[in-house]
């Protein structure tokens, strides 16, 4: 599987901004998707992340009820609308793939990563 995140930029605090992740090779529906962050200097953090069905979806406490996470299987894309972002959101965001039902809420389970996608809130 490949993947390619894009989608991200230079926003104002406040602004949103919608994350895509493609997918390649193989159809995505087998697969839990997860977003993560990493800021300068610190450690990948779990975001958000979706089972293979959309039916089931996890996030962070500290984007909870500002971030949405979804996907579209026929598509074979994965999607994170952020909204109310704000400096702390400033990082490069990686979409991450596992074939397995339960989603990870860690990075080291995921076999599969896009190459990141730089998103950077000014207050």
């Known amino acids: 599987v490949q993947l390619q995140a894009s989608g991200g930029g230079s926003v104002q605090a406040g602004g949103s901004l919608r994350l895509s992740c493609a997918a390649s090779?193989?159809?995505?529906?087998?697969?839990?998707m997860g977003w993560f962050r990493q800021a300068p200097g610190k450690e990948r953090d779990f975001v958000a992340g979706i089972n293979w069905s959309g039916g089931s979806t996890y996030y962070a406490d500290s984007v909870k009820g500002r971030f949405t996470i979804s996907r579209d299987n026929a598509k074979n894309m994965v999607y994170l609308q952020m909204n109310s972002l704000n400096s702390e959101d400033t990082a490069v965001y990686y979409c991450a793939a596992r074939r397995t039902r339960v989603v990870p809420t860690s990075p080291g389970p995921y076999d599969y990563w896009g190459q990141g996608t730089q998103v950077t809130v000014s207050s």
């Open positions: 090779g193989r159809t995505l529906s087998s697969y839990a």
